[in-house]
């Protein structure tokens, strides 16, 4: 691949993140018709169609209403929607550039026709066609079919960071990590929720059991989990974890690092006779397997005690290991 191509396919991955994490709020029916353009794009880029642009350079798209009414949305939603989408802004951040636009400038629908003609910004063509490269028609599916628009924005974050942990031994993990202040800014928290309570309860948690019963029944290849970081009394960070299919079905590998983690604790530290060291391995057991991105790296932090380190400071170093690095 030479220089140019990767350097373009870059800049159109950076383009669907910055998409992804722009700040805006738009309702259920707003975000549906927001994907139904966006995947009539990628259809016409997929299928090399041409599209038409204004004298003034904005993207002249003809929407199918077939593609709306299969978002569960009827005609008067669909007005609403778009209506909505022309008024709103969406704000979004793209290196040091900061763009602030409405979605679509305008729409026309004759009665009787088959189809909308949606004008959007051309300053927002790039990200369009980066997002719609990049959200397969499963992804749309899955959109969809997602209740909340809370939800469907933890979906695309669980997207975006699907294999980004870094471990080379969890190919199937993803992390990211927003303060308080910052989900509330993306998400334009600030009057609606004023109390972090009602976040957790509104936002994070109903998010989170919604994508895990998608995920659960199948109709969707992951879903994400969080970890509350307090300081000053409050929560100032939200560690996220993202799962994906293959993650729980769970690899040969995995099971052979518990596997040597359960067994290294339990003769360091002599759990046989001592029945409170045994308590506390369960725990640590538990734990990593509650988030399985911890299981390599401390098979590999327990391997390398193992090499390394004599008997006699093995227990000392692993629980120490552990109670710093693994457990909070």
């Given at each position: 691949?030479?220089?140019?191509?990767?350097?373009?396919?870059?800049?159109t991955i950076a383009q669907f993140h910055a998409l992804i994490q722009a700040r805006y709020d738009f309702s259920l029916v707003e975000k549906r018709a927001f994907y139904v353009i966006i995947n009539e794009f990628g259809k016409?880029?997929?299928?090399?169609?041409?599209?038409?642009?204004?004298?003034?350079?904005?993207?002249?798209?003809?929407?199918?209403?077939?593609?709306?009414?299969?978002?569960?949305?009827?005609?008067?939603?669909?007005?609403?929607?778009?209506?909505?989408?022309?008024?709103?802004?969406?704000?979004?951040?793209?290196?040091?550039?900061?763009?602030?636009?409405?979605?679509?400038?305008?729409?026309?629908?004759?009665?009787?026709?088959?189809?909308?003609?949606?004008?959007?910004?051309?300053?927002?063509?790039?990200?369009?066609?980066a997002f719609g490269q990049h959200f397969t028609a499963k992804r749309f599916a899955v959109a969809v079919s997602i209740k909340t628009k809370y939800s469907l924005r933890f979906y695309e974050y669980?997207?975006?960071?699907?294999?980004?942990?870094?471990?080379?031994?969890?190919?199937?993990?993803?992390?990211?990590?927003?303060?308080?202040?910052?989900?509330?800014?993306?998400?334009?928290?600030?009057?609606?929720?004023?109390?972090?309570?009602?976040?957790?309860?509104?936002?994070?948690?109903?998010?989170?059991?919604?994508?895990?019963?998608?995920?659960?029944?199948?109709?969707?290849?992951?879903?994400?989990?969080?970890?509350?970081?307090?300081?000053?009394?409050?929560?100032?960070?939200?560690?996220?974890?993202?799962?994906?299919?293959?993650?729980?079905?769970?690899?040969?590998?995995?099971?052979?690092?518990?596997?040597?983690?359960?067994?290294?604790?339990?003769?360091?530290?002599?759990?046989?006779?001592?029945?409170?060291?045994?308590?506390?391995?369960?725990?640590?057991?538990?734990?990593?397997?509650?988030?399985?991105?911890?299981?390599?790296?401390?098979?590999?932090?327990?391997?390398?005690?193992?090499?390394?380190?004599?008997?006699?400071?093995?227990?000392?170093?692993?629980?120490?290991?552990?109670?710093?690095?693994?457990?909070?």
């Open positions: 691949m030479s220089k140019t191509a990767t350097k373009t396919a870059s800049n016409r880029l997929t299928e090399r169609i041409g599209v038409e642009m204004t004298p003034c350079g904005d993207l002249e798209l003809r929407v199918s209403t077939a593609g709306m009414l299969k978002a569960n949305m009827g005609l008067k939603s669909v007005y609403d929607a778009l209506k909505g989408l022309s008024n709103k802004s969406i704000s979004i951040v793209d290196g040091d550039k900061t763009i602030d636009s409405c979605f679509i400038a305008h729409y026309e629908h004759l009665k009787r026709k088959m189809y909308i003609d949606v004008v959007v910004p051309t300053v927002l063509l790039p990200y369009i066609t669980c997207l975006q960071y699907e294999r980004n942990d870094g471990d080379p031994d969890n190919a199937y993990t993803g992390y990211f990590c927003l303060t308080q202040e910052e989900l509330v800014h993306k998400l334009m928290l600030e009057e609606k929720y004023p109390r972090y309570s009602q976040i957790k309860d509104k936002v994070l948690d109903f998010a989170y059991r919604e994508i895990k019963e998608l995920y659960d029944a199948g109709r969707c290849n992951l879903y994400f989990e969080y970890r509350e970081e307090r300081g000053n009394r409050r929560v100032e960070k939200l560690h996220f974890y993202v799962y994906s299919r293959k993650t729980k079905a769970g690899d040969k590998s995995s099971i052979e690092h518990l596997t040597f983690i359960n067994q290294s604790l339990n003769a360091w530290l002599d759990a046989d006779n001592r029945p409170h060291n045994k308590e506390w391995i369960s725990g640590v057991i538990a734990h990593v397997k509650r988030q399985p991105r911890l299981t390599a790296r401390l098979y590999r932090g327990l391997l390398k005690l193992t090499s390394e380190e004599s008997d006699e400071y093995r227990a000392a170093l692993a629980r120490h290991l552990i109670e710093e690095k693994f457990l909070d």
